[in-house]
């Protein structure tokens, strides 16, 4: 937390871009660690209080995560009308650019949030070389971001690169090598992503760091656990305790889920669900038929067979309609 609130202040203050990869497995805390802290970039007096996320995961399309970016920077929601996010795009491109090219603009940011504008002279002499159109396209944006930035410091926000496919990789890199201007770059990733791009760190040389989000060690992980389970009646059971940090292996999104196994499993149990301040029974009884997962992929499939045939299927509906529903 102290490194990140040291780059966003040095972009702030050197009106200079910084960027900060995050570093570590699933489920140990960089998502977390990320949301506390653009929690504080956005309160009063944050050195970046206009905060950009993209996400890629379960992403298919080229570059997917910028069009989760802009979306998010222009305001657009799922379902709205088309003709009504372009003008919502025409008219804050119209404000940042103070009409400067403002068609072409809206038509390479348009073609990334798949939002048809119609085209230019410009547009059309590239319509037919892929390599010039993707030069230009790297052009635009950098310096849209940069002329956004002008009006005041940004924060843009990459979750889960491991997933994104190459154009976002490699417009990314663009960014990250070229963008000037007061903002701050936070990318969050598992190794998964160096171990493909070694040269990763290469880029903004000098301006890039790395961050390593390690787990949790024992006392750490004891400390988590019982707080977790601290709504037990009697106090948290040093078995279950136990046996949560010796599965998790210091991963604490695997401790929280190990919680919600025990409440599937029935070795928690809650006295009244309409109560304020929740209740739990043990029954340790139980904990020797648990299936304990090693991992926190493992934990989520656990919780996913433990449901019942509709609910699983109202899942399946809810995944494939997506935040709406």
């Not at 154009?167 to 090598?177: A, C, F, P, T």
């Not at 969050?188 to 070694?198: G, K, N, Q, V």
């Amino acid at each position: 937390m102290a490194a990140l609130k040291r780059a966003a202040d040095r972009a702030r203050a050197d009106k200079q871009t910084r960027v900060v990869t995050l570093v570590g497995g699933n489920g140990v805390g960089k998502s977390r660690i990320a949301e506390d802290f653009l929690s504080e970039l956005r309160s009063a007096g944050g050195p970046l209080s206009r905060v950009y996320r993209g996400s890629a995961r379960n992403l298919t399309l080229g570059y997917g995560i910028f069009a989760r970016l802009l979306r998010s920077r222009f305001g657009l929601v799922e379902g709205m009308d088309t003709e009504a996010a372009k003008a919502q795009v025409r008219a804050q491109v119209s404000k940042v650019l103070k009409n400067r090219k403002v068609g072409d603009v809206c038509y390479f940011l348009g073609q990334l949030m798949d939002l048809p504008f119609l085209e230019s002279p410009l547009t059309r002499a590239v319509a037919d070389d892929p390599l010039q159109a993707r030069l230009l396209r790297r052009a635009i944006v950098k310096s849209f971001i940069e002329s956004d930035a002008a009006q005041g410091p940004v924060c843009l926000v990459f979750e889960d690169l491991q997933f994104a496919d190459d154009d976002s990789i490699g417009l990314l890199r663009y960014l990250i090598e070229n963008l000037n201007g007061p903002m701050l770059l936070l990318v969050a990733t598992r190794p998964d992503l160096i171990t493909r791009h070694e040269d990763w760190f290469e880029f903004g040389h000098g301006r890039h760091e790395r961050l390593e989000i390690g787990p949790l060690d024992d006392d750490q992980s004891v400390v988590l656990m019982e707080a977790l389970l601290a709504p037990c009646s009697d106090g948290p059971p040093e078995a279950l305790v136990e046996a949560g940090v010796g599965m998790a292996g210091g991963n604490p999104g695997l401790l929280e889920q190990m919680v919600r196994i025990f409440h599937d499993s029935g070795v928690l149990h809650e006295e009244n669900s309409l109560t304020g301040d929740p209740v739990w029974t043990v029954d340790l009884d139980k904990l020797a038929s648990v299936r304990l997962p090693m991992t926190v992929d493992d934990a989520v499939a656990a919780r996913i067979a433990a449901l019942s045939s509709i609910n699983q299927r109202v899942l399946e509906h809810a995944t494939a309609m997506g935040s709406i529903f």
